[in-house]
């Protein structure tokens, strides 16, 4: 049996929260100032999943490989009006890409990506953009082998630092 991509359903409920849980987790390991630790049951309640389904402007797909979701993909078509210097434009976000580890380097997230691409298409945008953490250099490769080149870059200081 191979793999294939899919429209998220509420169904893959289980699934998905195991995967964001892996994300959410990573991401505090490395930002617990910014991210919080996951206490619940579930990393994303059934409503942010119906919303992510049932919401045109809102994409959810899935990687399904022996009746197993194994990753997933989260994006939103995004609009902003000109403003001063700024022009009016939209552009589809990529909020998360997902892959358990033990399917990462099988075309999973590239096949993902595709139909993420496909789809702002179909809603005749080409633009896509994401944000990446310095610490995620595995998906700032992938990302940069589609093309992805860095628009800006979002600096801090904390206080602590001098």
Partial sequence: MSMFIREGKLTDFVALNYLYKLLDDVHHQHHPDIFQEIHEEFARPKEYIKELIT??????????????????????????????????REWVHIDSIAVKKEHRHKQVGTMLLQEVI?????????RLELTVYNF???????????????????????????
């Fill in 118 to 126: 496909n789809w702002g298409k179909t809603m005749g945008m080409n």
């Fill in 136 to 162: 995620n250099t595995q998906a700032e490769h992938f990302y940069r082998t589609f093309g992805f080149s860095v628009l800006h870059q979002v600096m801090y200081f904390d206080g602590e630092s001098s």
């Fill in 55 to 88: 919401n045109p402007n809102k994409l959810l797909l899935v990687c399904e490989y022996q009746d197993n979701v194994i990753g997933f993909a989260e994006a939103y078509k995004m609009r902003v009006p000109s403003y001063h210097v700024f022009q009016e």
